[in-house]
């Protein structure tokens, strides 16, 4: 089965600066990623699709990149209210969800 | 707009049973295969389960299978998940989420399940 691996498990950065998430999958998963944010108290919203793609309504502040086994998620210029838990997910029948990272203000 | 509205979540004892529902709206909910994800306190996401739109593929999580059992009815544009034998390892926030091709663009905003006695 495929693992998904996100790091840092924490980030500190201060708003204005960017932050870049990785995500690695222990074999090959193709362009087949997503990113989602989760604020506390919220359901998660998907950010990114195939790796690449933003998904409806996601700031251009937003992107991913990546294939086969790593993965980024890059904010370029984080505002106040980026600062949140952060998944990759692959899908293979089911979804696999990494451990999260959490985004924080330094 | 699509909604999921998920219900069914309560506290209930070491062994005891619950049924969440999660009610569909605004798209075609037999055209799509849906999930159940669930996050405890404080935790990350695992998802649960998966059933495809006809029920034709179903899967379980190892941590669920054999206590767990998922289902749906199309006519009725709503997602069950029947617990059983419940742990207190079951306590989280359940989620419904409808897959788009690889990923799940749209929640509910979950449903509560405590098991405690």
């Known amino acids: 089965e495929i693992v998904m691996t996100q790091s840092p498990a924490t980030l500190s950065v201060s708003p204005g600066e960017r932050a870049t998430l990785s995500c690695r999958a222990s074999?090959?998963?193709?362009?087949?990623l997503a990113w989602y944010q989760q604020k506390p108290g919220q359901a998660p919203r998907l950010l990114i699709y195939?790796?690449?793609t933003r998904a409806t309504g996601i700031p251009a502040r937003f992107s991913g990149s990546g294939s086969g086994t790593e993965f980024t998620l890059t904010i370029s210029s984080l505002q106040s209210e980026d600062f949140a838990v952060y998944y990759c997910q692959q899908y293979n029948n089911w979804p696999l969800f990494g451990q999260g990272t959490k985004l924080e203000i330094k | 707009e699509v909604q999921l509205v998920e219900s069914g979540g309560g506290l209930v004892k070491p062994g005891g049973s619950l049924r969440l529902s999660c009610a569909a709206s605004g798209f075609t909910f037999s055209s799509y295969s849906m999930n159940w994800v669930r996050q405890a306190p404080g935790k990350g996401l695992e998802w649960v389960s998966s059933i495809s739109s006809s029920s034709s593929y179903i899967y379980y999580a190892d941590s669920v299978k054999g206590r767990f059992t998922i289902s749906r009815d199309n006519a009725k544009n709503s997602l069950y998940l029947q617990m059983n034998s419940l742990r207190a390892e079951d306590t989280a926030v359940y989620y419904c989420?409808?897959?788009?091709?690889?990923?799940?663009?749209?929640w509910g905003q979950g449903t509560l399940v405590t098991v405690s006695s």
């Open positions: 989420a409808r897959v788009d091709y690889l990923w799940l663009e749209y």
């Open positions: 074999q090959s998963v193709s362009s087949n």
């Open positions: 195939g790796a690449s």
